[in-house]
């Protein structure tokens, strides 16, 4: 998000040849930025890989979910892009009849941690009902191409920061605007797969969801709860939008803000402009 909302006003000013205020403050944030992501964006790979494992080992069912594997199989691939052959495919996912391009032997190896010949268990092969698999497994499709395109990213932006072209570099100040908020939406997809393909289970294997729901609470009254909450979170995050907006349109403060502040005075402090100090 920084560093698409940097890579705005530095595209303004280099690419365009807009004046902007302060653009060495903008130019110094795109770096920032970059470097965060240089630093994590890799990263999320290995944690994909550690949680992949643990998913495999403690909730088999969600993991054949998030692979759409019905029936039992090993050497399953790990599908990086899939496309639907049907609209049924869209619906009602299944792997073995997807087009997609994948790793093979990618899932096995991610379930077992390093076996690609590993056996994948079906969603056929399990006593409770399925979760919602096409959620889940577009929902993590999603979020996994997301993740490289974020590693992607951080690499074109070294490469071109190394190559002193940073600045210059429209097309990837473009890429970086339009990949501002993809951050956001990965990490709610995550929480899509995480909690949809736990289905039919609160505790795995041990309390159904079904078994969780209060005797005591009517309909009406959950559904109050629940728009209660979505009204709170909706005002705090217009408010918060809101915020965020004014501060990005505003910038930081310009040098001549900051000469008119006496050095050791905070400018909070500072006498508002037209209104005489004390004497």
Known sequence: FMAGIAAYYVFKHHVRGIEVDNVNFWETT????????????????LHGDMYGRHVAETQPQKFAAMEAVWETDSYVPEYLAAVPTS???????????????????????????????????????????APPVAIVFWA?????????????????????????????????????MASSLLGILAVELGWVVTEVGRQPWVIQGILETSAGVSPGLTGTEALITLVGFVGVYA???GLYTYVVARIVREGPPGEDDLESVPRGQDTDDAPASGVAGDD
């Open 140 to 176: 993590f499709r999603a979020m996994v191409g997301m993740g490289f395109w974020f590693i992607l990213l951080s690499f074109w932006g070294g490469y071109r920061w190394y190559k002193g072209e940073l600045f210059e570099d429209g097309l990837l100040h473009t890429a970086l």
């Open 30 to 45: 795109l770096k920032i930025g970059l470097i965060a992501l240089l630093l994590t964006a890799p990263f999320q790979v």
């Open 87 to 129: 609209l049924d495919s869209i619906t009602d996912p299944r792997a073995k009849e997807l087009f997609g391009i994948g790793i093979p032997g990618g899932a096995s190896w991610l379930a077992s941690g390093g076996d690609p010949t590993a056996e994948i268990t079906g969603l056929n092969e399990f006593e409770t009902e």
């Open 235 to 237: 005002t705090i995050l």
